[in-house]
């Protein structure tokens, strides 16, 4: 008789602040069709703070395998708890999930300490290969990922990169329409902090407003066309 049972599936926790996107996460990586049905959602969570409250209520590793994080979180900023997750739980794996493109923000994520980077756009096995790969202790590196780390190598790269963690936070948000206040009340900051470090990150950038650096981060953001 065959006595082999299935492995304890991969726990996953998710953290994002829409609702059809966890759904949509869930299926995903849940869905028997995909291949996957060793891993399993743990919980969820809608903020910056509740993922931290997840990962302390599971005990860490001892409930959770992977965080799939996303980076635009309310309440704390996606990096802020990547590093905070670092810090408590060192040996957690912690995949970030965004909408902007790799060039933009994967190098620095996993500078920080991400297993990979995902785009919100990456299919169902795309998806679970990276669940797998980080909850393995790998790092889950897409073409467009390694490429973006193989440029940071090489060269100085664009001005962003010589911004610091809270400088890079406000620039994104300036960069997606966020003024000074709202920004000032996303990161718990004055408004006059958040000035501060607005004109630097024009300095940095050689910009000269909100629409020249709206502008510039399209331009270091995206690969320029072929040829």
Same mark, same amino acid.
């Given at each position: ?35 996957? /049905? ?35 979180? *309310?309440? %704390? ?12 739980? *060192?040996?957690? *794996? ?8 790799? %060039? ?119 690969? /320029?066309?072929?040829?």
């Amino acid at each position: 008789m065959n006595s082999h049972t299935a492995p304890a599936p991969i726990r996953v926790l998710l953290g994002d602040d829409h609702r059809i996107v966890r759904e949509g996460l869930r299926q995903m990586l849940g869905d028997p069709a995909n291949g996957s /049905p060793e891993i399993a959602v743990a919980a969820e969570a809608a903020t910056g703070p509740e993922v931290i409250e997840r990962v302390t209520q599971l005990g860490g590793t001892q409930g959770v395998d992977v965080v799939l994080l996303d980076i635009a979180l *309310p309440g %704390r900023d996606g990096l802020d708890v990547l590093q905070d997750l670092r810090a408590g739980w *060192p040996a957690l *794996p912690v995949l970030m999930l965004s909408t902007y493109p790799e %060039r933009q923000y994967a190098v620095r994520c996993i500078r920080l300490g991400a297993a990979g980077y995902l785009n919100k756009s990456a299919d169902a096995e795309e998806m679970v290969a990276a669940v797998r790969k980080a909850a393995g202790g790998g790092l889950y590196v897409t073409p467009a990922t390694a490429e973006a780390l193989a440029s940071a190598v090489g060269r100085s790269g664009s001005a962003t990169e010589a911004l610091s963690h809270r400088e890079h936070q406000v620039f994104r948000l300036l960069t997606t329409g966020h003024s000074v206040s709202e920004i000032g009340a996303s990161l718990g900051l004055a408004p006059n902090t958040v000035s501060t470090y607005r004109a630097r990150i024009l300095e940095k950038t050689g910009t000269k407003n909100d629409v020249e650096l709206a502008l510039y981060a399209e331009r270091h953001g995206r690969r /320029p066309p072929a040829g």
